[in-house]
Structure formats: structure tokens, C-alpha cells
């Protein structure tokens, strides 16, 4: 997704909130062999109601495209806040059109404390499995996403599958001595981070459409770009993660597909604020 991605985005009167997204959501894990952490099901939030109004991206759209011809971090705060305001329906709206995203999180989180703690014969025999075949970080990363991932073939799935080889990859690239099969609880923490950062910039991208190659900028910049925009949303979202995770810091998955929910609100409010 992301600077590739040749959608040109949801256009007027179709759904705030497409109808699918909780049978998505739900297939996240199903299909997995290690049972997960607890018993608690993360529940779908209510989505936006109502059709989406004409010009709902043309405020972030001119944002964005500024930002993208210069650089400059305010363009691309007004960008997220037109984007979560105007296009989404509103911060509330955002996280919860959003709520693929946290589940997944949710549950990514759950199988590798699973794995990590042997914390059933199932997640030590698929450890073990893996571990036998010699895989390389590429191999393991994979075989996760494999895991969790489901099977279909919608932007949200693409996506998840996307920012989870993304997060994994940049956490293990960062610190080589982070092993993804034995990872520590602040080891995922950080990894939802960067998760989530990804999972709003893919968003942002597929539904503004091919703003960095209409700004006219060689490809080098565009890259950039984007990976600037990632790591100016990982910030803010890493801000209200970890304040987050003091009120939860053993969450359930129920708990913490809320907890991320809320994440995702109080990061679009904050871009809102910038409006």
C-alpha cells in the first residue's frame, strides 16, 4: 500500500462504515493452531452511521499535497485532522471504521505472548516446528502474519498483513537481537507502535488516493515523505499508547482492542485539534 497504491480513494455517498468489516475482523485468528492468551473476545464497536458527504477528502487532499511539495509537519497535521474530521466522520468514527486494525492488533499482541511464554503445548509444538526448518527473521516474520492473517484480499486485509511485516521487520531491524519467537512485553509494545503508525498511513494513502505522485516530486522524496509521515503519526500514537498502558498494563484481548481503539480516537483528536 502506501506511495504504490493506485486507488484513488472511496468516493461521496457510499457508507461512513462498510458493513463487512466485522466479518473481516472476525476471521482475524480463527484459523490459527495456538489457542489464544485468555478467553475474552474483543468486541466490534458500533460504526459511523450515514453516507459519505461530496468533497469529504478535498480539505486533506490540498494538505496532504503540500505537504508532500515541502515537507513541512503542519501541512501534514491539517492533512490527518481534514482526514479523521471531514472524511472520516470524526475522531470517534475514524477509530472505529479502524476497528480491523485493532483487532488484529489485539490478537497479534496475545500470540506472541503466547508463543514467547509457551504458554500452551500448541504454542510450544508451532515454536518448535518453526524453529526446526532454520528460518531466517524473514522466515518467522512471515510465518506470524501467515498465522493471524486473513485469507481475503480486501485493502483492510492487504493492509494488516502489511503493516504487521512492516512493524515486525522495522523492531528486529532496529534492535537484531530481538528474537520475534521470545519477545519481551515491552518488546510488543513498542511493536504495536509502529503497527499502528503503519495501519493509519496505509489508510490515509489508499483513501487520498496518489497525492505524493501528483505533487510532482522524484521518487526519492516521495519514499521520504511517507516514511516521515509514518514516523510523525508513530509519535503521537506512541504518546497515547503508553499513557494508555499504565490504566491496562496486562490487558485481555477484549481490553486491549479497546484500549488500541482509544489509542486511534485520541490520535485523530489530537490531528483534529491541528484543523
Known amino acids: 500500500m502506501g506511495t504504490s497504491t493506485s486507488s484513488k480513494g472511496p468516493g461521496s455517498n457510499v457508507s461512513l462504515d462498510p458493513p463487512w468489516l466485522d466479518d473481516v475482523a472476525g476471521d ?23 453516507t459519505a458527504p461530496p468533497g469529504r477528502f478535498g480539505g486533506a487532499r490540498r494538505a496532504m499535497g503540500s505537504y508532500a511539495r515541502t515537507g513541512d509537519s503542519q501541512y501534514l497535521g491539517r492533512a490527518l485532522g481534514h482526514y479523521s474530521r471531514q472524511g472520516s466522520g470524526g475522531a470517534n468514527a475514524a477509530a472505529s471504521r479502524m476497528r480491523v486494525t485493532t483487532r488484529a492488533g489485539a490478537e497479534l499482541f496475545s500470540f506472541l505472548n503466547a508463543i514467547s511464554q509457551g504458554a500452551s503445548p500448541q504454542a510450544k509444538q508451532w515454536v518448535d516446528a518453526l524453529r526446526q526448518t532454520n528460518p531466517s527473521s ?31 521487520s522495522d523492531l528486529v531491524r532496529e534492535d537484531p537481537t530481538i528474537d520475534p519467537l521470545n519477545m519481551s512485553p515491552n518488546n510488543i509494545w513498542e511493536l504495536l ?6 495501519e493509519i498511513t496505509n489508510r490515509v494513502c489508499f483513501d487520498l488516493g496518489p497525492i505524493f505522485e501528483r505533487a510532482a516530486i522524484d521518487a526519492t522524496t516521495a519514499v521520504y515523505r511517507e516514511q516521515q509521515m509514518r514516523l510523525f503519526i508513530k509519535n503521537e500514537v506512541g504518546a497515547n499508547l503508553e499513557v494508555l498502558q499504565q490504566t491496562s498494563p496486562n490487558p485481555t484481548r477484549a481490553q486491549l482492542n ?14 483534529e485539534a491541528q484543523v
Open 28 to 50: 482475524i485468528g480463527s484459523g490459527s493452531s495456538v489457542p489464544p492468551g485468555d478467553s475474552s473476545t474483543p468486541m466490534s464497536p458500533p460504526g459511523a452511521t450515514g
Open 138 to 168: 524473514d522466515d518467522v516474520i512471515d510465518a506470524i502474519v501467515r498465522e493471524l492473517s486473513p485469507p481475503g484480499g480486501s485493502a483492510d486485509e492487504e493492509s494488516l498483513r502489511d503493516s504487521m511485516c512492516f512493524a515486525l
Open 193 to 198: 507502535k509502529g503497527y499502528l503508525a503503519t
Open 258 to 271: 479497546e484500549l488500541l481503539r482509544e489509542t486511534l480516537k485520541l490520535t485523530f483528536e489530537i490531528f
